[in-house]
């Protein structure tokens, strides 16, 4: 069981482009969500996808957007990148909406 | 609105020693409490659950919890610490009730074990 996977695992990106990350959920998972961890803190929800829908989604501007395929992988999309989107961003997958998430090695983004 | 407090950004314990990591918790409704642990430049690993039941939760690698409704906390802890357990421990909470898999987190513990 290859576990929750994310890619690129490091990027650098200027002000104003924008990033896709990208993710594969574990297998039998159908659910994704994604969380952004600044450096020293917990992570944020960013939003959730189920069915190929966002479901819920966190206190995130519509910069951030989502995709989620028939095969339950998902992308992070940020445009207009500003340097405070410097983190590291979480993809954690479920059984459920509700069970608990697993979650990939994140991708570490670094806007200059 | 719900909230997640870890009060402790370092926790420091001799190997062998027992520890604990502290985490209180607000939210609406039943609390599905998660604690979890991340490893440098590493994602994070699940170690246990509190959804109902027994409050002393048992889960990976030796560690176990406590739930605490009265003052809604879910300690973490272990009878004998190792010096591999070092790393940063973050509590979190999904509110139970409402139709959200949203999970809050606290800002996260530094277990130190020394030798």
């Known amino acids: 069981d290859a576990g929750v996977t994310q890619s690129p695992t490091h990027l650098i990106k200027t002000r104003g482009q924008q990033v896709t990350l990208r993710c594969s959920p574990k297998?039998?998972?159908?659910?994704v969500s994604w969380y952004q961890q600044a450096l020293g803190q917990g992570p944020q929800f960013i939003f959730q996808?189920?069915?190929?829908?966002?479901?819920q989604r966190g206190n995130f501007p519509d910069r951030f957007s989502g995709h989620q395929f028939p095969n339950y992988s998902s992308e992070l999309n940020v445009n207009a990148l500003l340097l405070g989107d410097s983190a590291l961003y979480l993809c954690?997958?479920?059984?459920?909406?509700?069970?608990?998430?697993?979650f990939g090695q994140g991708t570490r983004l670094t806007v200059v | 609105a719900q909230s997640v407090a870890q009060p402790e950004d370092q926790v420091n314990v001799a190997e062998g020693n027992p520890l604990t990591v502290k985490c209180t918790y607000s939210v609406s409704g039943n609390p599905y409490l998660f604690w979890y642990v991340q490893y440098p430049n590493r994602g994070l690993q699940f170690l246990l659950k509190?959804?109902?039941?027994?409050?002393l939760v048992k889960g990976s690698y030796g560690f176990e919890a406590e739930f605490n409704k009265s003052q809604t906390s879910f300690h973490l802890k272990k009878p004998s610490a190792l010096v591999s357990d070092s790393a940063l421990y973050f509590c979190?909470?999904?509110?139970?009730?409402?139709?959200?898999?949203?999970?809050?987190f606290g800002q996260g513990t530094t277990l130190q074990v020394k030798p």
């Open positions: 297998s039998g998972h159908d659910t």
């Open positions: 954690a997958s479920s059984l459920t909406p509700y069970t608990e998430a697993f």
């Open positions: 509190y959804i109902t039941g027994d409050n």
């Open positions: 996808y189920y069915e190929e829908e966002e479901r």
């Open positions: 979190a909470v999904r509110d139970g009730s409402g139709n959200t898999g949203k999970l809050i």
